[in-house]
């Protein structure tokens, strides 16, 4: 069996720290292993649109800016179909079948459907597309034949929905349908990067983000109103490594070069921690570390954005080329689906000699 990768982000926006270090960078590492026969890589504009049904233009804007973010990020168009969800056909379709095989109750008890509705106040009016969510990303991962799905661990109950609809519909229709395996970073903290006010994840919606594309200035700004700990008010105070926002991306990011090479006073982190528990090391001076840490990681990726934004026209290029290559993919295992369950009247005789046979 092939080895298959199918992943991807909503167009709501562009792309930030979050996704980068939960997602994106490890499938550009995913990419260059050559361990996968094929790797589709979906902008999920139809899903966005499940919940920004009322301004298509935003999810249209930043169809771009998401293969921009991608490309930056070192997404090689030669290894990896960057496509765009909305141009295949076949997913509609499979939604569509899958449709029967889940009962309202069982997408009603779907925890990250549960948390997403309450996030978007949707508890007393829900758009039925919105709630099919599971459904249509499973089509997506099925039409693929993806083997490996890279998810987060709010992402780990969709995938489970998926592999009982493959259970199903191989029960029902012979075995048909590949089921997938979840694949998720050994890194905790990366799978859930907080956001700069420390609140939450990183989030779009919540405005607590560093974007992949923001400029230098604008990533000093965001590092220097980074929660830390409130009580360490003078640098003599002890103060607590647990929960401070700062500590946590050094944990992903900071490396014992960058030590050497920006806080040569510290040996590592953990000497670096030990210090400020103690008292002595003041917020400024553990931002300003963060801060040239961040730079040195962002900015290869924001130059390469740049380069690829002055040649938009390839991206285009692209992004139609990949969707052509994902339209042959899914209408094939759309194909299939529509032999399992006895629907492909013309292809072939079959039908037509069924029907001669039980009427002449």
Known sequence: MKKIILTGD?????????????????????????????????????QALTDNFDNPQKIRDNVIEVALDYLACGIDPKKANIFI?????????????????????????????????????????????????????????????????????????????????????????????????????????????????????????????????????????????????????????????????????LDVFATDADFAKYLPEFKNLVDLKAHYEQGGVGDVTIKKFLNNVLQDVLRPIREKRKEYSQNIELVYDILEEGSKKAQVKANETLAKVKEAMQIDYFNGDKFKNEIKAKYE
């Open 85 to 249: 969800q909305s141009t295949v056909d076949a997913l509609t379709e499979l939604t569509f079948y899958y449709m029967n095989l889940v009962t309202l109750s069982r997408l009603q008890r779907n925890p990250t459907v549960k948390n997403e509705i309450k996030m978007r106040g949707f508890e007393k009016s829900i758009p039925v597309g919105f709630l099919n969510y599971p459904i249509s990303q499973a089509a997506d991962i099925t039409a693929f034949e993806a083997t490996c799905v890279p998810v987060g661990d709010d992402q780990l109950p969709m995938l489970e929905q998926t592999r009982e609809i493959v259970r199903s519909f191989n029960n029902i229709y012979g075995e048909t349908l590949v089921e997938p395996e979840a694949y998720v970073g050994e890194n905790e903290i990366s799978r859930r990067l907080p956001g700069i006010d420390g609140k939450a994840k990183m989030s779009k919606s919540l405005g607590n983000c560093i974007y992949l594309a923001d400029d230098e200035e604008t990533i000093r700004k965001k590092v220097m109103q980074m929660y830390t700990d409130p009580n360490h008010i003078n640098i003599s105070d002890p103060g607590r490594v647990e929960g401070n926002v700062v500590f946590t991306y």
């Open 10 to 46: 909503r167009p709501t926006g562009r792309l930030h720290l979050g996704h980068y270090v939960g997602s994106i960078k490890r499938r550009v590492e995913l990419q260059n292993t050559d361990a996968f026969d094929e790797i589709y890589i979906m902008i999920a504009d139809s």
